[in-house]
């Protein structure tokens, strides 16, 4: 199951030196957005793991780390919605891929039996 966002907001990069104020406001509409989306998307399930797949505009290097880190109030939102608490998810890893066209992050879910 295939959850798609748009790329994290480079405030919630663990690198950006950013007011607090901002970075909570940016974790705030992130977390609501994926909340939403998810609902939207696939509705209500309970999930076992999940793999982050970053699908960038260009072949610039990226860190997988911060890329991983900065999708925390989404992964919030999903659990939300989920009424579950994202601990109990296992982590299939990062992977980055190339879409000029469309730059978006997919959450690819295992359903929980």
């Known amino acids: 199951m295939t959850i798609t966002l748009p790329l994290p907001d480079r405030t919630l990069s663990p690198n950006a030196r950013v007011h607090w104020a901002k970075l909570a406001k940016a ?3 992130a977390r609501a957005m994926a909340k939403r989306e998810t609902f939207r998307q696939v509705g209500i399930q309970k999930f076992a ?8 505009k260009d072949t610039r290097r990226h ?3 911060n890329a991983s880190a900065s999708c925390k109030a989404y992964l919030d939102g999903v659990a ?3 009424q579950q608490d994202d601990s109990e998810w296992g982590f299939d890893g990062v992977r980055f891929e190339i879409d000029r066209e469309r730059p978006r992050l997919e ?3 295992e359903v929980k039996d």
């Open 27 to 29: 974790k705030k509409l």
């Open 49 to 56: 793991s999940y793999r982050l797949v970053f699908l960038w």
């Open 63 to 65: 860190d997988r780390d």
């Open 80 to 82: 939300d919605c989920c």
């Open 107 to 109: 959450i690819h879910f």
